[in-house]
């Protein structure tokens, strides 16, 4: 099995930044995709940044040129680096990881992110 865990969240005032971390765990021969999602209460999870075994890395629109995902693949870890901050970047943040010859991802328990005006 495969562990996901998120850390590096807290609260910030705006224009500020914060690290996010994801570490997996366990039984990984390699990892294909690390995503990062967002979400606040009552509303649906959002893809917010993705990076792929070969470094490929996608963003939602509303945190292009501001947040960057990167990983540190002997270390099973990805991080997302959050420059800028706005209130509305307040939520919590989780992680899905999809690893190599496992059917599905596996995800954490998530890490807040608190950004005050």
């Known amino acids: 099995q495969v562990q996901v865990v998120e850390s590096g969240g807290g609260l910030v005032q705006a224009g500020g930044s914060l690290r996010l971390s994801c570490a997996a765990s366990?039984?990984?021969?390699?990892?294909?995709?690390i995503t990062w999602f967002r979400q606040v209460p009552g509303k649906s999870r959002e893809m917010v940044a993705r990076?792929?075994?070969?470094?490929?890395?996608s963003y939602a629109e509303s945190v292009k040129g501001r947040f960057t995902i990167s990983r540190d693949s002997a270390k099973n870890t990805a991080y997302l680096q959050a420059n800028s901050l706005k209130p509305e970047d307040t939520a919590k943040y989780y992680c899905?990881?999809?690893?190599?010859?496992?059917?599905?991802?596996?995800w954490g328990q998530g890490t807040q992110v608190t950004v005050s005006s």
């Open positions: 899905s990881v999809l690893v190599a010859y496992y059917p599905d991802v596996f």
């Open positions: 990076i792929t075994g070969d470094d490929s890395t």
């Open positions: 366990g039984n990984i021969a390699s990892i294909r995709v």
